[in-house]
C-alpha cells in the first residue's frame, strides 16, 4: 500500500508540473503483483522498424520499374529507336526483324532481374525474422 501511494503521488505530481515522463512506469496494486500502465496522457514510444530491405522492386512496380532499368541502357534504347522508324516509315524489311531480337533480350533480362529480386526478398525475410 505504501509503494502504491508513492507511485500515485508521482504520477499526480508529474501532471501538476507539467513534465510528463515518457518512459513506461510500473505501478504495484494491493496485491503485490506488477503491471505497467501509461500515465494518464503519455502515449507509447514509437521506434523505427528496423527491417532490412535490399530488393529494388515489389509486385506493382516490377514491370514499369524494371522496363525503365532495361531502356536506360544505351543499346536498347538505340533499338527501341530504330524499331519505331520502322514501325513509322515503310522499309525494305520489317520491323520484326529488329524488334523480335529487342525483345528476347529484354524478357530474358527481366526474368533474371526477377529471379534475383525474388532471391533479395527471400534473404531479406530470413535476416528479418532471424531471432536476436
Known sequence: ???SSRVREAVVSTQSTGHLPTRRRSQFNPTGLCFNQYPEGVKPQVFADNAIKTSKYTVWNFIPK???EQFKRIA???FLCVVIIMLCIETPIGPGTTMMPL???VTISLF???Y???QRHKADNEVN????
Open 66 to 68: 524494371n522496363l525503365y
Open 112 to 114: 533474371k532481374q526477377g
Open 116 to 118: 534475383e529480386d525474388y
Open 1 to 3: 500500500a505504501v509503494v
Open 76 to 78: 536498347n534504347f538505340y
Open 103 to 105: 525483345i528476347i533480350v
Open 129 to 132: 525474422h532471424r531471432l536476436v
